[in-house]
């Protein structure tokens, strides 16, 4: 189950089973899936079990919750949270103001601090197929260095009517489709373009692509054809409850593997964005 505050987009999961009450922040680099997450629990029989403090018990407002009867309809989770199928190709933020197409070097791409976007691998041929890779800074509306201090100077990424979906939303559309250890097969498109082995059978209909990553660090471009990584609009929370400067939450999965995880990326990596309609 997730328990998600509003304030700051923490996400808090626990097992509800009497052998492993344990609570999971998101200040974990790596989300679990739930064994159990057909059974529910409403705040004050949670905080009796667990022994949680009330006064933050009281900050998390929304249970996020998909029983197991619905895990076997697979591609309902997709239409019921109204992903897109495809990844974001769009090159301006949602009032015009153009998003910087990078064309210098690698470690150029690495120092950035506002958004900026590039193609995958560098090949403008790349981009029907797989969209655009974009840094973080750009998913956050980040823009120029005003705006990196003050968020009411931020601009909306998504086009009107869109929006890029938070790391809880990918973990509900996640258990959803049975659970980090299974998901990531059935996201992942079938297509001849992933590098073989491909575990995958796109029953969800999310069709991801392996479009790869560019790295934080170097601004290297790597594990293009084996790995599909997706930018959350969530900031990554440490293990001290407090925003990381320099971290937000993706979702990446691999060819040879069924799974999908979360994790802290960089903010200067560039990853594929996959948008979700507000309409």
Not at 25 to 47: R, V
Not at 130 to 136: A, C, F, I, P, S
């Amino acid at each position: 189950m997730a328990w998600n505050d509003v304030a700051s987009n923490q996400m808090v999961s626990y097992f509800d089973a009497s052998t492993s009450g344990i609570p999971l922040l998101s200040g974990q680099s790596h989300f679990t899936t739930l064994p159990n997450a057909n059974q529910c629990m409403d705040k004050t029989a949670m905080q009796a079990k667990y022994n949680l403090d009330a006064t933050n018990l009281s900050t998390y407002t929304s249970l996020q919750l998909v029983p197991k009867s619905a895990w076997s309809n697979v591609s309902s989770c997709l239409t019921n949270q109204q992903w897109d199928v495809t990844n974001a190709t769009h090159t301006t933020y949602r009032d015009g103001t153009i998003i910087p197409q990078h064309t210098g070097t690698d470690a150029a791409w690495a120092a950035l601090t506002t958004g900026a976007w590039c193609y995958p691998n560098n090949s403008s041929g790349n981009n029907g197929t797989y969209g655009k890779l974009y840094n973080w800074y750009a998913v956050a509306g980040i823009w120029n260095a005003a705006s990196m201090s003050d968020s009411l100077l931020r601009k909306q990424f998504a086009p009107i009517n869109k929006a890029v979906p938070t790391s809880l939303y990918w973990y509900t559309f996640i258990t959803c489709l049975g659970g980090e250890s299974v998901a990531g097969e059935k996201m992942k498109s079938t297509s001849a373009v992933w590098t073989s082995p491909n575990i995958a059978n796109n029953t969800s209909g999310f069709s991801a692509l392996p479009a790869g990553t560019r790295r934080h660090y170097d601004g290297a471009f790597v594990v293009f054809g084996s790995q599909a990584t997706f930018w959350t609009s969530t900031q990554f929370v440490n293990a001290g409850g407090v925003l990381d400067p320099n971290q937000a939450v993706g979702y990446s999965m691999s060819n040879s593997f069924p799974n999908v995880g979360g994790y802290a990326f960089g903010m200067t990596a560039g990853k594929s964005v996959r948008l979700i309609n507000q309409t």
